[in-house]
């Protein structure tokens, strides 16, 4: 329930006796949650500036938010246009023993290697993409898991080609290894797997100017609205030194709420104090080169632009070309970045205080 007033502060709420939570933090994740830069969030007749609102618990479930301006709208049209790239194809299966990550590896690789000597013969040319990953040997933090030690792991292995026909042939292959090839390969979660179509996405800002427009006169109404030929947009990031305040350290997570999301092919990873007494020293800390190193696992192709929001005491971070093309177009298996936040959470954050000095 989201109560509005005229002056533009509104407080957020839910009905009594019924379950979730509303509170700071989660007010605040949902404010940065798939946001790009929080100076100019682009609607059709504003451009919304997130950057010095102020959240306030004001009782049980009730939060108070104010502080939001906006700007003239621009002069250009958000566009979502999306367009056919190929099949594609995913599959699950657990793998249970020793070395299960290991063999389990191998097993979706010979699949591969042996569906590429039949295309050679058809003329089908190679896969496009193919993506393995042991779910179960920290394969999402970047970990090898030809290295890991786990008895228990499902192996995600997604393709791509051109070629419907190329995935099918894929998708008998790998069906029949689970009765055929190595022990502990136990079965195959869903059943055979169905080529599907990609659906690239391609957002794009397009000139308003360019698009015709008629209004019946019925339709007009009274308006005052102005467009803006300048986009505004978040100042460039500042580098702060580092001030060691003491010898504690600590994982972010005990430190700050964290919410990601997808921005088509990019990521967004939102990162809000649980105090604003950890503001400075969290803003010095997670510089955008400290983000990309962190998270570097995601692709080599990786950017990571950061965006402040000192009224809350957030930090949101756009992270370029990080799924694998997003969406439906994607073979990992966390195609919108969901789990970016929980793998994030794991930065350890030195040289602060007692956590009872900065947290309520």
């Not at 919304?48 to 609102?53: D, E, G, P, S």
């Not at 594609?88 to 590429?116: D, F, V």
């Not at 809000?272 to 969290?282: F, G, S, V």
Request: negative net charge; charged residues 20%.
């Amino acid at each position: 329930i989201v109560d509005v007033q005229p002056d533009g502060i509104f407080r957020v709420t839910k009905p009594t006796n019924t379950g979730g939570l509303v509170s700071f933090g989660t007010v605040a994740e949902q404010m940065l949650y798939e946001i790009g830069d929080p100076q100019c969030y682009a609607l059709p007749d504003v451009n919304c500036n997130f950057a010095n609102v102020n959240l306030k618990e004001v009782s049980e479930n009730e939060v108070e938010v104010s502080g939001a301006t906006g700007t003239a709208p621009s002069l250009t049209y958000k566009v979502s246009a999306t367009y056919v790239d190929g099949y594609k194809a995913t599959s699950m299966a657990p793998m249970i023993g020793p070395k299960a990550a290991q063999k389990g590896h191998l097993n979706a690789m010979s699949t591969i290697k042996r569906c590429e000597k039949i295309f050679s013969k058809m003329g089908l040319g190679n896969f496009e993409e193919v993506n393995i990953e042991c779910l179960g040997s920290d394969s999402n933090y970047g970990k090898d898991p030809l290295k890991s030690l786990a008895k228990e792991v499902v192996i995600w292995t997604a393709v791509r080609h051109k070629e419907k026909n190329a995935v099918a042939m894929w998708a008998k292959e790998i069906a029949g290894a689970s009765t055929g090839m190595a022990p502990g390969f136990t079965t195959m979660l869903g059943g055979r797997p169905k080529p599907t179509p990609i659906l690239r996405f391609k957002p794009f800002f397009y000139p308003k100017s360019e698009v015709p427009l008629s209004v019946d006169a019925a339709e007009v109404k009274n308006s005052n609205t102005e467009f803006s030929a300048v986009q505004p947009s978040s100042p460039e990031e500042v580098i702060h030194p580092v001030v060691n305040e003491g010898d504690c350290s600590y994982r972010l997570e005990a430190l700050a709420y964290l919410r990601s999301g997808d921005k088509g092919n990019s990521a967004n990873l939102g990162v809000i104090c649980r105090d604003m007494k950890l503001y400075e020293a969290l803003d010095a800390r997670l510089t955008s080169s400290a983000v990309k190193e962190f998270l570097q696992h995601l692709g080599d192709d990786l950017t990571v632009t950061k965006y402040n929001l000192p009224g809350v005491g957030a930090f949101n971070f756009i992270l370029g070309d990080a799924l694998g093309g997003g969406g439906v177009a994607s073979l990992q298996s966390d195609p919108q970045g969901k789990a970016i936040g929980q793998i994030f959470s794991d930065f350890v954050v030195d040289g602060l205080k007692e956590k009872d000095h900065y947290l309520k």
